[in-house]
């Protein structure tokens, strides 16, 4: 007690509680802006995924002919598989510019699949030699990846009724 | 006592600790305030996947009347195309047949008979789209068929429909008004074959002339819960319906 009430200085011990105390502090403190940071990031990546999927979304819905979507200035730099299925891809870099598939950190990717049964051709042209006008419904996904994630963080599923015409 | 307070030992741990409450106290209120972020972003995100879930039960239905535009304009092509139309014997869907061939008959040149047949192409088809419309109500829920004279002496057909999804939250339905488009065909007849060309460039089917969606707020929980922030939620099912 006698060293205690002393105003000559501090005991090791004392040196070391006190450090304890203030490191236990501040690790709660920094955890607390660290935890913040870390949603903050979460909030901000879900908004981008939103935003990112419903405008391609809008830009698919938009066009006449999903055949040829690839030509919309939204999908200029996307990457294209025509298959059954038309399959876009575009890459994201950490601050959600578009990039290459090299610097992506993300990938928006939009599958678009025409429902058979719907779809009907009526030639412009009683003897058949005339254009053909094809209506059809159209599944349309757009899922929104990150790339060292397993899960999307977003999908979003819409249909869209379009008329072509082929010839 | 006085000399206690007025001591200036400690005054150094107690700024320590205030600045580590204050710092505490932004902390807490940081956290507070991303995770409202957070939550907002993910209330977002919802509403946008359940609203475009309604839009498949939407363009779905705008499919379904398409197709019954569509099975009336083939049935009037076949009517005209093959001959039927001369027909007296005629037993087909075509409802109207006498009244059509008995006034083609009584043209006295091809001239006038091609004329006819183009004339008479927009009143066979409303008329048989007003047929093939009828009972559309009991398929389609929430739908209901107009049929008006605009100024032409022609109808109008325009049909209203919507369709509204079921969920407790975000609760929505999408209505819309779509017009029956009259098929432009030029139609020539030189006394054995009827041939006919469309005009490509108005050959939608319909014409959507009013679309929108109306919703209900979304419900928020009234109490405060303290979940994990980072657990992620449950992916929506592929085929969540979303129908009428």
């Known amino acids: 007690m006698k060293i205690l009430s002393s105003d000559k200085g501090f ?33 901000k990546e879900a908004d981008y995924a939103t935003f990112t999927a419903s405008n391609a979304m809008e830009v698919v819905k938009s066009v006449d002919d999903p055949g040829t979507i690839m030509n919309h200035e939204f999908f200029r730099e996307a990457d294209v598989v025509d298959g059954d299925v038309i399959l876009l891809q575009l890459f994201y870099d950490e601050d959600y510019q578009v990039t290459t598939k090299a610097n992506a950190s993300y990938i928006l990717s939009v599958y678009i699949t025409e429902q058979e049964a719907y779809t009907k051709s009526l030639d412009a042209r009683f003897d058949a030699e005339g254009q053909v006008v ?20 977003l999908t979003i599923q819409s249909s869209s009724h379009y008329y072509t015409y082929v010839r | 006592m006085f000399k206690n307070i007025s001591s200036k030992q400690g005054a150094a741990s107690v700024l320590v600790v205030v600045m580590m409450l204050v710092l505490m106290v932004f902390g807490l209120a940081m956290v507070t305030t991303t995770l409202a972020q957070l939550r907002l972003s993910n209330n977002h995100e919802a509403w946008v996947v359940k609203y475009y879930e309604l839009e498949i039960a939407a363009q779905k239905r705008i499919a379904d009347i398409d197709s019954i535009l569509y099975q009336t304009e083939t049935e009037v ?30 043209q006295d040149s091809v001239a006038n008979q091609s004329q006819y047949l183009t004339d008479i192409f927009p009143m066979i088809y409303m008329e048989q789209l007003a047929i093939n419309l009828d009972g559309i109500e009991t398929l389609m829920p929430g739908t209901v068929v107009s049929i008006d004279e605009n100024i032409t002496g022609m109808s109008d057909i325009t049909i209203k429909s919507s369709v509204t999804n079921k969920e407790e939250d975000y609760k929505k339905y999408i209505a819309f008004e779509l017009k029956a488009r009259i098929p432009e065909y030029s139609i020539s007849y030189n006394g ?33 819960k303290f979940g994990n922030p980072f657990e992620k939620p449950a992916d929506t099912p592929a085929d969540t319906p979303a129908d009428n």
């Open chain 1, 11 to 43: 005991t090791l011990i004392e040196m070391i509680l006190s450090i304890m105390i203030l490191a236990i502090v501040s690790g709660v403190v920094i955890q607390l802006f660290v935890v913040s940071q870390d949603l903050g990031d979460r909030a």
């Open chain 1, 134 to 153: 094809e209506s059809s419904l159209c599944d349309i996904r757009v899922t929104y990846y990150k790339l060292e994630e397993e899960d999307s963080l």
């Open chain 2, 77 to 106: 092509v076949a009517y005209m195309k093959s001959g039927d139309i001369l027909n007296p014997n005629y037993n087909g869907p075509i409802a109207n047949h006498r009244d059509y061939s008995d006034g083609f008959i009584i």
């Open chain 2, 192 to 224: 054995q074959i009827i041939d006919g060309v469309k005009a490509v460039a108005v050959a939608d089917r319909y014409s959507i002339t009013n679309y929108f969606e109306l919703q209900e707020p979304v419900q928020y929980e009234e109490d405060i």
